[in-house]
């Protein structure tokens, strides 16, 4: 559902109100400027897969600065209910091009390889972060591998053959490297 009705674009979280009205900042925007269209249905919540669906009412863009309101909230008390939860947007209202970015559901359970052609897992989760996001492999064993998304370590991503090609840098398997016989407590 890319680009349709879906809430794939992570646009920012729900920052503390501005106003009275229901007006709300938004922190940890994505540093690219985009505009969210009156009337445009995004989801607010702690997860893009349980989100509760709210109406643009008005969006304001000053640099860093970022406004939301939804016709659904109109007081600032109604607005601090929706503080520190992430807003998700259909990926064609804030111009994600599909050359440049890519839909958290087209990459998961996608098969990770290394330049070499060999198998490292499988991508069963991204990890949203301000510096680069993470996408996160399982390997056959159980164990993950956290993978800094920069241009060094992912060279391709086909989301039609769900294969991600990666060059893992020294260390870069071991980090983090987890496995369910771990004891996480020692």
Known sequence: MRGSTALDEYVGVVGRPHGTDGTMSIVDAPPQSFTLHEGIAVGVGYSRD?????????????????????????????????????????????GARSDERFAIGDLLDC???????????????????????????????????????????????????KTITVRLMDGLDQLG????DDDIDA
Do not use: C, K, M
């Open 50 to 94: 349980f989100v509760e669906v709210y109406h643009v009412r008005s969006y304001v863009e000053h640099g860093p600065r970022r406004r939301i309101a939804f016709r659904e909230i109109t007081t600032a008390e109604q607005a601090v209910q929706l503080a520190e939860r992430a807003i998700y947007a259909p990926a064609s209202a804030v």
């Open 177 to 180: 490297r987890v496995t369910a």
């Open 111 to 161: 098969t990770v390889i290394d330049i070499n052609g060999n198998v490292i897992g499988t991508l069963t989760d991204v990890w949203l972060l301000p510096a680069n996001d993470v996408w996160e492999v399982t390997t056959s064993d159980g164990s993950t591998i956290p993978l800094p998304v920069i241009d060094d370590v992912i060279l391709d991503v086909s989301v039609e053959s």
